[in-house]
């Protein structure tokens, strides 16, 4: 490509511009090459970025601009909150060749547990807060335990946990919503960071949690790239990874500053950035998420490579009952009451969610960051088409062709890049 | 009897980089019963799916003749409408179906699309009949033995008008019983004018029932063995001695590295090892197997299809194969426990799997991750990985092993069968093992990556690691090993030192039915 012998044989180029472009054909095209590489090793991934910014860039535009107003992105990240931790969950389970239904009676079991607690019984917020999670790793062990010891698949027993949950729900609150929840509880789910410091027309603490995090994500890339010299690996060359800094700092000054200009930080948004770094490393960096990976990709290479495989997905499981658990607990907040019908559809949009977002189908392929990628996907399309007037029964049409688009696409890719 | 019903001319099968098949000539007269005897990777199974157009016309070269007239199959069905039916080892039968349900599948008899429950009784009830099952024809398959499953497979192909019946090791998982019963049933075929082509391992059944005998080597036809051929004291010139011969003169034209061994202690130990299979408990796959290898020393496992290597192996690494599993297993003299792989692998035990795509590798997963996986404690601190470190790791397994491969993050699943082996081998000598059990581990690479793996394997044993080899290819065993066992149906039926090993002394071992 670009290259000097393969421009004489064509006619020349028409425009400066591009002349100039081939002058340096050599150094770039390395670049490229290796952008491409990694481009098409994380093909789902960057695709799916892509997809989410045009989409939003669409909505933004067709809906006159309110799709990016801070109100409505604030508002966003709370509906979203709890598939988006549903579905880093699922993702992990998916990612071990498996899938839990059960999670959207889970978390309305919780949450229906929560208001009885806290709102029938007077029990301290922060104390069923906990008895919450605990119930959730009950419930996930409980499953974990029938899938992984005896050996029953997971899609019957966690439908089997659908039906079993959803009724306890049902059972727990005798038909009735329950509400409402004290303030602090009420904080989790619709709550900001406190005010602090001068009056600015800004939030003085997002901003300075902006700043924070930027400076952190900057030390981390230089860090990393210092590291991966030092291990002699290929790494970007240099204009192109200051570019990618830039590009860092810009997307987290942008969001900052939309979120300063209104209420700030919602605390669910902390949970959740709490929950992708410490999932996203897990997943990554730790020996038990290379074991689920192992177990997804090949059980049985897995199995005789010494993982414990039996362990490995009844942890899997547990981790699962926690999140449906604390997901249950954001929206029962945000809610501000324990109602029946809480969580219905959540399992399917997580699954959905964690598809759009780069899972397989058949295990040991995704990432923790694919799963929030998706989530967002569907959640800018739910916004946006409620912002520009489409109806539900439309909304759901479209998420079913983008569900089905993602993973043709994938598919196709794969056959594409095999054959 | 007459002209040739069957005429194979000038067959020659090329796989990617193999040649399976060159020049293979095979002829069967009407109403005989003809055997293909061959090592394991002979070319038989690949010559029987050349014949019954798995593999379709066009995609082999040469020609066949079936009852006088050109054949071009195009599949299975086209082969199955002018009378050939094969019967495969792995028995084709849906266990959750009838037995009659099953011989009519994708043959039913029906009128418009509706099945004719009647008529198919009927017709499935005469065909056991006629292979002399009792069975009622609305039985599961999967309620009855395996000799009766192979039955119903033989009364399937009766079903379709058969005129050859090919047998790809009929007998390999049936009792003495049951062996019995089939070969009687051939020869009774044989007498209503069905001509059978046969398959087997099992000298002792061949000369029994066999015409003639075509043997196969390195995908070539060696020759064609009259069994009705006597001497003048009227006793068969065709002697068990005289196929083995056939089957392994071949020239040594591998090569291995040279090896100046030095053998310690034992190190490794196997005592009364029994194992049941998973599904027909009943069934010993592995009968009181007793052996020992020593530090620096190459202990080789001989045996054919079926004899239990695999599994010996598989039990003895963490339980990961059978049931009803019993016996003692010693490392350096102390008695160890290897109930499970993690146990296994604690004890300093490494397997190499014959099946690296189903049990060695993650395929969809790069190579450095795949090389950590049995020890990413190694790279790990307090169950964090370092990435840096463990690339650092794949990379040094990359040049010492001679991974042929762009990066380390490149997916295992587009390395060469070779490449895939190496990754496999750098994954268990990450681990740090004490004993190495490699089982086939050259099976489908071609020679110089096979040279490079004898030489890892030589270093290994020069290292004071105990190797256990596994291995069908019997001057690989010759070549490699300071000293051999022989396996058959599931027991120990020789230990041969190299001095006095020889193709034909192993093959010898390696056919004698159950021990001595």
């Known amino acids: ?419 | 009897m007459a002209g040739p019903v069957l005429e194979m001319r000038s067959i020659t099968k090329t796989f990617p980089g193999v040649k399976a098949l060159s020049d293979v000539t095979l002829t069967v007269a009407e109403g005989e019963v003809h055997a293909i005897c061959g090592e394991n990777g002979a070319g038989k199974s690949t010559l029987m799916k050349v014949l019954s157009g798995v593999y379709p016309h066009g995609s082999y070269e040469g020609e066949i003749l079936f009852r006088g007239e050109t054949c071009e199959f195009r599949d299975i069905r086209a082969s199955e409408q002018r009378g050939i039916v094969i019967i495969h080892q792995e028995l084709a039968l849906v266990p959750y179906l009838s037995i009659a349900e099953n011989i009519f599948l994708g043959n039913e008899h029906s009128t418009r699309g509706v099945i004719s429950w009647n008529e198919t009784l009927r017709h499935a009830g005469s065909l056991l009949k006629r292979v002399g099952l009792t069975d009622q024809p609305s039985t599961r398959v999967a309620d009855i033995g395996v000799g009766k499953q192979q039955l119903v497979e033989i009364a399937k192909a009766l079903s379709k008008e058969v005129k050859l019946l090919i047998l790809d090791e009929p007998t390999a998982a049936l009792n003495d019983e049951d062996s019995r019963k089939l070969l009687d049933l051939i020869l009774e075929f044989k007498e209503h004018g069905i001509s059978c082509i046969i398959i087997s391992h099992k000298l002792n059944e061949i000369a029994r029932v066999a015409d003639s005998i075509t043997i196969l080597r390195d995908g070539r036809t060696i020759e064609t063995l009259d069994m009705k051929a006597t001497d003048e004291d009227g006793g068969s010139t065709v002697t068990e001695e005289r196929i083995i011969r056939g089957m392994v003169g071949r020239d040594l034209d591998h090569r291995f590295p040279e090896r100046e061994p030095e053998i310690g202690e034992v190190a490794f130990a196997v005592e009364d090892w029994t194992v049941h299979h998973p599904i027909d408990q009943q069934r010993k796959v592995v009968d009181g197997v007793s052996l020992n290898v020593r530090r620096g020393e190459i202990v080789g496992i001989a045996g054919l299809m079926g004899a239990g290597r695999t599994e010996l192996a598989m039990s003895v690494f963490g339980r990961s194969y059978g049931r009803g599993i019993s016996g003692r297993v010693y490392l350096d003299g102390k008695e160890i426990r290897t109930r499970t792989v993690p146990e296994a692998v604690g004890h300093g035990i490494a397997y190499v799997t014959e099946d690296r795509k189903h049990y060695g590798l993650n395929l969809i997963d790069d190579i450095s991750r795949n090389i950590s996986l049995s020890a990413l404690s190694k790279v790990a601190k307090r169950g964090v990985v370092n990435q840096h470190e463990e690339a650092r790791v794949a990379e040094s397994f990359r040049s010492t092993m001679n991974i042929k491969t762009p990066t380390v993050f490149e997916t295992t699943g587009k390395l060469s069968g070779g490449n895939q082996q190496k990754v496999v081998l750098s994954k268990w000598i990450f681990a740090g093992p004490e004993v190495l059990i490699l089982d086939e581990p050259t099976r489908g690479i071609d020679v110089g990556a096979k040279y490079e793996i004898y030489t890892v394997i030589n270093d290994l044993a020069a290292q004071g690691k105990a190797v256990v080899f596994i291995s069908s290819e019997l001057p690989e065993l010759l070549g490699m090993c300071d000293r051999i066992y022989t396996m058959s149906a599931g027991r120990l039926t020789g230990e041969i030192p190299r001095e006095s090993a020889t193709q034909e002394v192993l093959m010898r071992h390696m056919t004698m039915d159950r021990g001595n």
């Open chain 1, 1 to 419: 490509m670009g290259s000097p012998v393969k421009t004489d044989k064509n006619p020349p180029p028409p425009a400066g511009g591009a002349a100039a472009a081939v002058k340096d054909g050599g150094a770039a095209a390395g670049a490229a090459g290796l952008l491409l590489q990694a481009a098409r090793r994380n093909m789902r991934q960057y695709g799916m970025i892509i997809a989410l910014v045009l989409i939003a860039a669409l909505f933004q535009i067709w809906s006159g601009g309110i799709l990016l107003k801070p109100q409505n992105v604030t508002n966003l990240i709370g509906q979203n909150s709890y598939i988006l931790i549903l579905a880093i969950g699922m993702m992990v389970v998916i990612i071990a060749g498996h899938i839990d239904l059960s999670v959207g009676s889970l978390a309305a079991f919780v949450s229906a547990a929560a208001a009885v607690m806290i709102i029938h019984h007077h029990v301290p917020w922060p104390l069923a807060l906990v008895a919450c999670l605990l119930i959730g790793a009950i419930a996930g062990a409980w499953q974990g335990y029938f899938i992984a010891y005896v050996g029953i698949p997971s899609f019957i027993v966690t439908l089997a946990g659908m039906l079993l949950f959803r009724g306890g729900t049902q059972i727990f609150l005798e038909g009735q919503s329950i509400s409402p929840f004290p303030r602090g509880f009420q904080k989790i789910g619709n709550g900001f960071l406190p005010e602090v410091g001068p009056h600015t027309n800004y939030h003085n603490l997002t901003l300075l949690i902006g700043l924070v995090v930027i400076a952190i994500a900057v030390v981390q890339e230089i860090r990393d790239r210092r590291q991966q010299l030092a291990y002699d690996l290929d790494v970007l060359p240099r204009n192109f990874f200051l570019l990618k800094l830039l590009a860092i700092v810009a997307c987290c000054v942008a969001f900052t500053m939309t979120l300063a200009s209104y209420h700030g930080v919602p605390i669910v948004l902390l949970i959740l950035a709490g929950l992708l770094i410490v999932f996203g490393f897990v997943m990554r960096n730790a020996v038990i998420g290379r074991h689920v990976y192992a177990l997804g990709g090949n059980q049985a290479a897995a199995k005789l490579s010494g993982v414990k495989d039996k362990r490995v997905v009844f942890l899997v499981f547990v981790n699962m009952g926690v999140l449906a658990a604390l997901a249950g607990l954001v929206y029962a907040a945000r809610l501000n009451a324990g109602v029946p019908q809480a969580g219905i559809n959540f399992e399917l949009e997580a699954i959905a969610a964690a598809f759009i977002g780069g899972a397989s189908a058949t295990g040991g392929v995704g990432t923790v960051l694919g799963a929030i990628i998706g989530g967002l996907v569907l959640g800018v399309l739910n916004n946006g088409m409620s912002l520009v007037g489409i109806g539900t029964d439309y909304q759901q049409v479209i998420k079913g062709l983008v569900l089905l688009a993602a993973v043709g696409f994938d598919v196709w890719n794969k056959r594409k890049v095999g054959s």
